[in-house]
Structure formats: structure tokens, C-alpha cells
Nanobody
Framework: QVQLVESGGGLVQAGGSLRLSCAASGRSFSSYGMGWFRQAPGKEREVVAAISWSGSSTSYAGSVKGRFTISRDNAKNKVYLQMNSLKPDDTAVYYC?????????????????WGQGSQVTVSS
């Protein structure tokens, strides 16, 4: 079992940056693939980025590639999402998720554990 808690969300102007953190509990964290997802009002939850258990492989949604960076620190049981050049369309609740599939899956159905979410609002 893994419990996930996100932090670092907030309000930022377009063009600005934010860094989200996800703290995980549980001994098996380093064996899980991890991902970030987001859900805007009235829209379905969508994948943003994913990272393999070791951190050596990452994947990104096309809409954030080149602007967002996912990383992890297995010694600290944490996953991060660095978000640069933010746009109003990036406004959403951002969720950290863990997958017993160890690779960097972009498939939402591969994820077994979810955090409560962190609001990110980008003003124009």
C-alpha cells in the first residue's frame, strides 16, 4: 500500500513556474512507476508525465513536453513535477499517482494509488 500527498500548488501568472512535490509512504515506493495527472473543471483526468521506478525513463503528454519535467528521489520517497512556461490551459487539479507497473506508463488504468490533488491556477 502506498499513500501519496501532493504539495506545491498555487496561483501563478502565465509564463511563470511552479514545482509540485509528492511525498509517498510505504516501503515499496522505489519499485513503483509514478505519474502526474491533471483534471480541469468539466474535463476528464489526463496524464501529464510519468517516470520509471529508477528514474531513468520518463514520458510526457504532448501538451507539456519541453515545459514540464518529472523527477524522483527514491531516498526521500518523493516525486516532483517542475512546471515552466505555464499557460492558463494548465489550470487544473494535479494528482500524483503510483503504479505497480514499474515503467513510465502514460495509461491511467495502470495506476493503483492516488493522492488527493493540488490546485494549480495560471492567470493570464
Amino acid at each position: 500500500q502506498v499513500q501519496l500527498v501532493e504539495s506545491g500548488g498555487g496561483l501563478v501568472q502565465a509564463g511563470g513556474s511552479l514545482r509540485l512535490s509528492c511525498a509517498a509512504s510505504g516501503r515499496s515506493f522505489s519499485s513503483y512507476g509514478m505519474g502526474w495527472f491533471r483534471q480541469a473543471p468539466g474535463k476528464e483526468r489526463e496524464v501529464v508525465a510519468a517516470i520509471s521506478w529508477s528514474g531513468s525513463s520518463t514520458s510526457y503528454a504532448g501538451s507539456v513536453k519541453g515545459r514540464f519535467t518529472i523527477s524522483r528521489d527514491n531516498a526521500k520517497n518523493k516525486v516532483y513535477l517542475q512546471m515552466n512556461s505555464l499557460k492558463p490551459d494548465d489550470t487544473a487539479v494535479y494528482y500524483c499517482a503510483g503504479s505497480r507497473v514499474a515503467y513510465n506508463s502514460l495509461g491511467i488504468r495502470d495506476y493503483d494509488y492516488w493522492g488527493q490533488g493540488s490546485q494549480v491556477t495560471v492567470s493570464s
